[in-house]
């Protein structure tokens, strides 16, 4: 059955295919070891797409799913699941911390990854492990510890996102094709107890900090950053080609400035406005932003003061 659902994004040629794709927690009793010995649910991110005719679901399709044999007890809080489309007819999303901390360095683990498949589920012959048998050879890259944001920029072909830190070392990523993002082996913020990340020592793995693909932006201490947008709103031509970032903690709209994968400047455009799940910009320009709350959540539309 279906456990929370956690993005939903339209086809680029959605007009005219009419494709919707879906990535939840998909949850199932009795199914593998783990499930059969707790006598609890299972679950693994799980990406299809349908569409809608007369108001019903129909033609649904399985994009990605993971073996079965990797579902986990873990819960959906740091699930990832965000959907981005390149311009190439490919589809990324992200699968956060569902199983076992050492699984996110295991490239035979879905977690703690980015992965990209062709719109139809079927893998590129481009991806970095896409020749190997022992692996996902959806994996993009890997290392990463509970992703939030996940943005396609379509003037330079690069790919982003945002994805949170322990105590401190919230993160804006440049996501490139191969790259180990760290997790749990190192990171810029600290230990909840206060100590260093050292989980590499803890788990028996070996690494290099040259190995290991440093943010472009380190946001510390914590905002607890969510989904952000790269502009390209012509009403807000100040901000065309920033990134603006929402946060759940410091309940704030970001503004950060990068140019060259290189931060530059950032500042905050509203404080406390609100536990900021979700931000997306219109087919007019117009900035969306979803705020969550126990009760009376609201989408609040930015328009340009007159």
Known sequence: GMGWLFDVALHPNYEENGWIYLHFGDRCNDCNDRSRESGRPVSMNKLVRGKIEDGEWIEEQTIWQADM????????????????????????????????????????????????????????????????????????????RSPQGLEFDFTNGELWGTEHGPRGGDEVNRLVPGGNYGWPLYSLGIDYDGTPVEYGRDLGIAFEL????????????????????????????????????????????????????????????????????????????????????GSGGQIVRLVPAE
């Open 69 to 144: 044999e990797d579902y986990n007890p873990s819960g959906d809080v740091a699930a990832g699941g965000r959907i981005a489309f390149d311009d190439a007819g490919h589809v990324y999303f992200t699968v956060g911390s569902k199983g076992p901390m050492g699984g996110i360095q295991d490239l035979s683990k879905p977690w703690g990854k980015t992965h990209r498949v062709n719109d139809d589920g079927s893998i590129p012959e481009g991806n970095p492990f896409a020749d190997r048998d022992d692996v996902y050879r959806s994996i993009y890259t890997y290392g990463h």
């Open 210 to 293: 040259s190995d290991i693909e440093q943010p472009v932006v380190d946001l510390t201490p914590s905002p607890a950053v969510s989904s952000f947008i790269i502009t390209t709103s012509e009403q807000f031509p100040e901000w065309k080609g920033d990134f603006l970032v929402g946060s759940l903690k410091a309940r704030s709209l970001f503004r950060i400035k990068i140019e060259d994968n290189r931060f530059v400047h950032q500042e905050t455009l509203f404080a406390g406005i609100g536990r900021i799940r979700d931000i997306e910009q219109g087919y007019n320009g117009d900035i969306y932003l979803l705020l969550e709350h």
